[in-house]
Nanobody, 122 residues
Framework: QVQLVESGGGLVQAGGSLRLSCAAYGRTFSDYSSGWFRQAPGKERESVAAISWNGGITYYADSVKGRFTVSRDNAKNTVYLQMNSLKPEDTAAYYC???????????????WGQGTQVTVSS
């Protein structure tokens, strides 16, 4: 079992930046790939970024490519999502995820955090 706890959400103006953190508890986090999903009101949940267990492979949705950066520090059992040049359409609840399978972190991960709200004002 892996427990995931997100932090770092908040309200920011368009063009601003936020960094989300996800602390993992439980089993050896370095065994797991990880990533971030988001869900805006009235929209389906979507994968925005993923990172392999050692950080060697990353994935970004087209909508965030070039603006968001996913990274991890296995010594701290933490995954980060640096979000720059934020847009109002980035407003959503952001969820940290983890799975032993890298591919699953973008589709159907086994473990989810509780979510943190990001609101971008225009």
């Amino acid at each position: 079992q892996v427990q995931l706890v997100e932090s770092g959400g908040g309200l920011v103006q368009a063009g601003g930046s936020l960094r989300l953190s996800c602390a993992a508890y439980g089993r050896t986090f370095s065994d797991y790939s990880s990533g971030w999903f988001r869900q805006a009101p009235g929209k389906e949940r979507e994968s925005v970024a993923a990172i392999s267990w050692n950080g060697g492979i990353t994935y970004y949705a087209d909508s965030v490519k070039g603006r968001f950066t996913v990274s991890r520090d296995n010594a701290k059992n933490t995954v980060y999502l640096q979000m720059n040049s934020l847009k109002p359409e980035d407003t959503a609840a952001y969820y940290c995820v983890a799975d032993l399978r890298y591919g699953a972190t973008m589709t159907s991960p086994d473990y989810w955090g509780q979510g943190t709200q990001v609101t971008v004002s225009s």
